[in-house]
Nanobody, 127 residues
C-alpha cells in the first residue's frame, strides 16, 4: 500500500522540542513536495507547512513560523519536521503527505497527491 508513515511524536512539556519523521512506503519522495498537517481534537486537519523536493519551505500556519522547520533527506526517502518551543496549542495528531510535484504545494486537497494518508503521530504538549 502506498502511504506515508509518521513517527517521532510524544508527550513534551511546553518549551520543549520534538522531531517528527515522515517516510514513504512503496514510492520515492524525491520528486515530490511534502506537506505537514495537523489535526487537533474536534477540529479539521489543517496544513502547517510544505517542503519542496529541493528543500524550500512554505508556511501555511503563521503560528509555527520561527518554531517549526522542515527538512528532508532524499537518500533516506524521509522528510522531517523539527518543532521547537512547543506550546499546548500545538497538541494534535501530525500527518505528512505528498502535495504535488517539485515545488507545488497543493495543501487543500482532501487526498494526498500520491498514495494515501498515514496514521499520523500524536504530539501532546502539556506540563
Amino acid at each position: 500500500q502506498l502511504q506515508t508513515v509518521e513517527s517521532g511524536g510524544g508527550l513534551v512539556q511546553p518549551g520543549g522540542s520534538l522531531r517528527l519523521s515522515c517516510a514513504a512506503s512503496g514510492y520515492s519522495l524525491d520528486w515530490l513536495a511534502v506537506g505537514w498537517f495537523r489535526q487537533a481534537p474536534g477540529k479539521e486537519r489543517e496544513g502547517v507547512l510544505c517542503i519542496s523536493n529541493t528543500g524550500g519551505s512554505r508556511y501555511f500556519d503563521d503560528s509555527v513560523k520561527g518554531r517549526f522547520t522542515a527538512s528532508r533527506d532524499n537518500a533516506k526517502n524521509t522528510v522531517y519536521l523539527q518543532m521547537n518551543n512547543l506550546k499546548p496549542e500545538d497538541t494534535a495528531v501530525y500527518f505528512c503527505a505528498p502535495v504535488g510535484r517539485g515545488a507545488m504545494c497543493m495543501m487543500t486537497h482532501k487526498e494526498p497527491f500520491k498514495g494515501s494518508w498515514g496514521q499520523g503521530t500524536q504530539v501532546t504538549v502539556s506540563a
